[in-house]
T-cell receptor, first 116, second 111 residues
Framework: GDSVTQMEGPVTLSEEAFLTINCTYT??????LFWYVQYPGEGLQLLLK?????DKGSNKGFEATYRKETTSFHLEKGSVQVSDSAVYFC???????????????FGKGTKLSVIP | EAGVVQSPRYKIIEKKQPVAFWCNPI?????LYWYRQNLGQGPELLIR????????DSQLPKDRFSAERLKGVDSTLKIQPAELGDSAVYLC?????????FGPGTRLTVL
């Protein structure tokens, strides 16, 4: 079945450091790929997505490129801020569930802490 | 626009007790999901509704878990009786087409 593997956390960075969170996936067909972010005490929010190979999703300075040849969707940000401290989840939707909805498979999450 | 609303936010119960969680999706969203998120893990789907119909409940432990979505709007997830291993965050999400919007979750602790 579908699966997502993320790098183990927690990750601690100083403000303005470069961030990479690795994500690889296993899926049949052509899944869409997502990064969700969960701030403390809040629900998951969609950060960015890519729906086909070589697409680049970007939002709030974060970006990730859908690499089919390496089955990867690594999250990057050039300069992190304290406000980026959160848990980041990589996810894929490979199974169309009907009525425009897709079933999501999530990774385990990577906790990021950014210190001033 | 209001987001997905869940209550309660926190619940502590003793094992073998019943518990219920409530979710009100974003207005107009036909599809509603319940997920369970164990500590240090990503969310895992329990059940999906299309309007009032449960169309995917293959991951719902039916011996103790039940859910309903009367009138195809808000939904209730129940556990009876609760076990220690049910301690987790229970997330509700809804969608109209495409992106899933998540509520803040209910953190359940079973003692």
């Amino acid at each position: 079945g579908d699966s997502v593997t993320q790098m183990e956390g927690p990750v601690t960075l100083s403000e303005e450091a470069f961030l990479t969170i690795n994500c690889t996936y296993t899926a049949t067909g052509y899944p869409s790929l997502f990064w969700y972010v969960q701030y403390p005490g809040e629900g998951l929010q969609l950060l960015l997505k890519a729906t086909k190979a070589d697409d680049k999703g970007s939002n709030k300075g974060f970006e990730a490129t859908y690499r089919k040849e390496t089955t990867s969707f690594h999250l990057e940000k050039g300069s992190v801020q304290v406000s980026d401290s959160a848990v980041y989840f990589c996810a894929l939707s490979g199974s169309y569930s009907g009525a425009g909805s897709y079933q999501l498979t999530f990774g385990k999450g990577t906790k990021l802490s950014v210190i001033p | 626009e209001a987001g997905v609303v869940q209550s309660p936010r926190y619940k502590i119960i003793e094992k073998k007790q019943p518990v219920a969680f409530w979710c009100n999706p974003i207005s107009g969203h036909n599809t509603l999901y319940w997920y369970r998120q164990n500590l240090g893990q990503g969310p895992e789907l329990l059940i999906r509704y299309e309007n009032e119909e449960a169309v995917d409940d293959s991951q719902l432990p039916k011996d103790r878990f039940s859910a309903e979505r009367l009138k195809g709007v808000d939904s209730t997830l129940k556990i009876q009786p609760a076990e220690l291993g049910d301690s987790a965050v229970y997330l509700c999400a809804s969608t109209l087409a495409g992106e899933q919007f998540f509520g803040p979750g209910t953190r359940l602790t079973v003692l």
